[in-house]
């Protein structure tokens, strides 16, 4: 069975300008995690879904925003890109939502590039 | 507000010596996870404790929950290069109204000398 799946994986944008990452997560599960990792830093928690819902939403600025679809995937959009947006993008998918229980399983991640 | 905080923030080792990093939070967790990432990679899950005073054992790796259910740790008993990497703790904090949110510590990166 697939993991989870993201793209792009690498991407490079100048300031101001906006992006739109995608997930698909394990088949059959039904919650979606994104995460911001800084080089040398834990993953920061950005937003969970699940069934469609956000469950949950972290310290982000409003220029972040995502949504989660009918066959579970994601989208993270970042509106007015600024330098320190550069970062590891992970989505994490999951069987429950909102519990902050149960395994989380990562997928490669999206790594963008501010300049 | 709560965190999840780990020390130490890296750890040089010489293949075959024993390496712990410990996990603290400022308030009872309900469970803690431990993460894996390696270099270049993503975080990939190694177990979850949720008793009080829990202790589970993966071949050289040993994971503890405190009585408190307030701290943790992972031990790695006699490192191999395959160890290399970061470690993190994450434990759920809550995030408005009952939904909670994976907090990660800020990990711990072995490095192992061959």
């Known amino acids: 069975d697939a993991g989870v799946t993201q793209s792009p994986t690498h991407l490079i944008k100048t300031r101001g300008q906006h992006v739109t990452l995608r997930c698909s997560p394990i088949s059959g599960h039904k919650s979606v995690s994104w995460y911001q990792q800084v080089l040398g830093q834990g993953p920061q928690f950005i937003f969970q879904y699940y069934e469609k819902e956000e469950r949950g939403r972290g310290n982000f600025p409003d220029r972040f925003s995502a949504r989660q679809f009918p066959n579970y995937s994601s989208e993270l959009h970042v509106n007015a890109l600024l330098l320190g947006d550069s970062a590891l993008y992970l989505c994490?998918?999951?069987?429950?939502?909102?519990?902050?229980?149960?395994?989380?399983?990562f997928g490669e991640g999206s790594r963008l590039t501010v300049l | 507000g709560q965190q999840v905080m780990q020390i130490p923030q890296y750890q040089h080792v010489q293949e075959g010596e024993d390496f712990t990093t410990y996990c603290n939070s400022s308030t009872t967790l309900s469970n803690i996870q431990w993460y894996k990432q390696r270099p270049g990679g993503h975080p990939v899950f190694l177990i979850q404790l949720v008793k009080s005073g829990e202790v589970k054992k993966q071949k050289r790796l040993t994971f503890q929950f405190g009585e408190a259910k307030k701290n943790s740790s992972l031990h790695i008993t006699a490192t191999q290069t395959t160890d290399v990497g970061t470690y993190f703790c994450a434990g759920p904090v809550l995030n408005g109204g009952s939904n909670y949110k994976l907090t990660f510590g800020k990990g711990t990166l072995l490095t192992v000398n061959p």
């Open positions: 994490a998918s999951s069987l429950v939502g909102g519990r902050g229980t149960g395994e989380l399983f």
